[in-house]
């Protein structure tokens, strides 16, 4: 079996004869790297996996446990998807290196893309997945345990290679993006878009987009529903277990938790750890988000109320110093600290390497932070990722955020130019939908198919996509932001500077508008009721929504009698 599996996967993934010898040379390369004391480079673990530490046994169970998805998800999906392929993209993508992104590399490369890896994570890294994919030919720059240098070192290997250009940056976290803006802008000129997959990823994406600096189109994959509802809910309700678990044995029952934002990522864990016979209490600051954790029985606190008692302190918000030195000095004795958002800035790691505090490592991704008196807190993976640094993620929910990144680096990559611009833009909605239906097998699950005569009522194509684009966004401003290229009718500001919101068939005048959290309409008026029925009912119903926020006035009036002609159902 193990020799049949061998021999399936070097027939499946020959790759060509001037990309071994590349990659070969990258190899050497990359074994000048003077190693640091106490660590353990890449290129002793390619080295090691020649001989007997990553024998052929290692090799087989890796690619086994891989191609359980290979067939079902990339090989016979992205080509049925589109009738192009990858060929002539150059990819550079930061990633945590687990079996099932082996998948993921090998399909792109089997697509015809050549791809240059680093770790988006110093924990994150499988050791064998790293080693195997290296010594299959790939150009792959990490290990577990990377120091800070180590990381930066790593992406700058990735992206600075003689006699190679990339032309689309797969990323994780944005910390690619950064690195070639600092180090090397002149990049950007070839490359064609950027795909990036986590919140605080897309928040810089954004950040550049709105000081004008986005110099390529982006696709924001965090935010479709795929990855919002599966890789952050459902993946995050259960790694959050099996990471606390692994690392401290804690028993869930009646312990005290609190978890700092109530997003996807907040409401699994929180959702879990309820159901484990916890007591949750939830911090967030959006009043949305909080009257959504209130309905689900949690308790809506500031973490200064709570932090003296809590057992467990989570954060998955993506913001930075969201549990600082002063809420670590109160915290209890015992009490287990760790991160389920991004990167290490949510967590103030720094304020605690002080002489004052002693750290004392009792296993690996544990670290217990002694006070003078004695308390001392367990810090879990050094205020990274948990999910990725102490625990499994499931194969199948990678696969589906897989499968949606390899759709947007081939949309990006094929798109016909003036397609997208130098914008942020989300996943198209038919992918999302398109992505969600190739997983429906594993359940055996069987889709109802609209009649001709509901399709029409409801203003949908038989096939879809059956949510708008704008579904999932976070809030109404978001969704007219993202949308100026296909909207006009509202003024986001004090001053009039941006111009987005309602359908082009709608005629509007606005006067004023208040700049603050919510957004308020002077005055909308539709033009012909003829143009309004050419409108899908989706965005009609938005319509509806903001006409009723509108002040009362005759424009408005006579907008809401023909809304009610076009679709008559009860007026909000």
């Known amino acids: 079996m193990e020799a049949a599996v061998e021999d399936w996967t070097s027939a499946a993934f020959q790759l060509p004869q001037w990309m071994q010898i590349q990659f070969a040379d990258q190899k050497q390369e990359f074994n000048k790297r003077t190693t640091k004391i106490g660590r353990r480079s890449l290129s002793r673990s390619i080295s090691q996996s020649s001989t007997d530490s990553y024998s052929s046994e290692m090799r087989i169970l890796c690619m086994r446990e891989a191609l359980q998805f290979l067939h079902k998800i990339f090989i016979n999906t992205a080509p049925r998807c589109y009738s192009t392929t990858t060929d002539g993209m150059h990819k550079l ?3 945590s290196f687990l079996a099932v992104k082996r998948v993921l590399m090998e399909t792109l490369a089997a697509l015809g893309a050549q791809c240059r890896w680093a770790a988006c994570n110093i924990y994150s890294t499988q050791n064998e997945v790293a080693a195997a994919l290296a010594e299959g030919g790939f150009a792959v720059f990490a290990w577990k345990g990377e ?10 290997r990735c992206v600075n290679v003689e006699g190679w250009q990339p032309n689309m940056i797969l990323d994780d976290g944005g910390d690619l993006t950064h690195w070639i803006y600092k180090k090397y802008p002149n990049m950007f000129k070839k490359i064609k878009g950027i795909v990036e997959e986590s919140v605080t990823g897309v928040h810089r994406l954004y950040q550049l987009s709105k000081a004008g600096k986005l110099c390529v189109p982006a696709m924001n994959v965090n935010d479709s529903v795929t990855k919002q509802k599966f890789d952050n809910l459902y993946c995050c309700r259960e790694s959050i277990l099996d990471g606390l678990k692994r690392t401290t044995d804690v028993m869930f029952g009646g312990k005290q938790v609190v978890v700092c934002g109530y997003g996807e990522v907040g409401k699994g864990c929180s959702a879990a750890l309820k159901a484990m016979g916890s007591i949750v209490y939830v911090t967030e600051i ?14 809506l606190v500031k973490l200064n109320e709570v932090i003296r008692q809590v057992d467990i302190v989570i954060t998955c918000t993506g913001n930075k110093n969201v549990v600082v030195r002063e809420y670590l000095d109160r915290m209890k004795n015992g009490c287990i600290v760790c991160n389920m958002g991004h990167s290490n800035t949510e967590i103030d790691v720094a304020s605690l390497r002080t002489p004052e505090l002693t750290w004392e490592r009792v296993r690996s991704q544990v670290d217990h932070v002694i006070w003078p008196d004695g308390k001392r807190i367990v810090l879990l993976a050094e205020g990274r990722l948990l999910n990725l640094s102490c625990s499994t993620v499931p194969t199948f929910v990678l696969s589906i955020t897989a499968t949606t990144q390899a759709l947007a680096l081939i949309e990006l990559y094929n798109a016909p130019e003036g397609r997208y611009k130098q914008d942020v833009y989300l996943l198209p909605k038919k992918m999302d939908e398109y992505v969600a239906s190739l997983h429906l097998p594993t359940f055996d699950a069987h889709l109802t198919e609209l009649t001709d005569e509901q399709a029409k009522y409801l203003g949908l194509n038989k096939n879809g996509p059956f949510k708008p684009n704008y579904y999932r966004e976070k809030d109404i401003e978001h969704f007219l932001e993202t949308s100026r290229n296909k909207f006009i009718g509202f003024t986001l ?12 068939p709608i005629h509007e005048s606005v006067k004023t508008l208040k700049q603050h959290k919510y957004i308020s309409i002077a005055e909308v008026q539709i033009k012909k009721e003829d143009e309004l029925q050419q409108c899908p009912m989706t965005l009609i119903a938005l319509l509806k929504l903001l006409l009723a926020a509108a002040p009362t006035s005759k424009a408005k009036t006579d907008s809401i009698n023909i809304l009610a002609d076009v679709l008559p159902e009860e007026m909000p």
């Open 493 to 504: 500001g004090n001053d009039i500077d941006t111009l987005v919101g309602l359908p082009r």
């Open 93 to 95: 993508s930061p990633e």
């Open 147 to 156: 120091s800070e240098d180590d990381f930066w070192w790593c992406i700058d």
């Open 286 to 299: 959006d009043p949305i988000c909080a009257l959504q954790a209130c309905m689900d029985g949690f308790r």
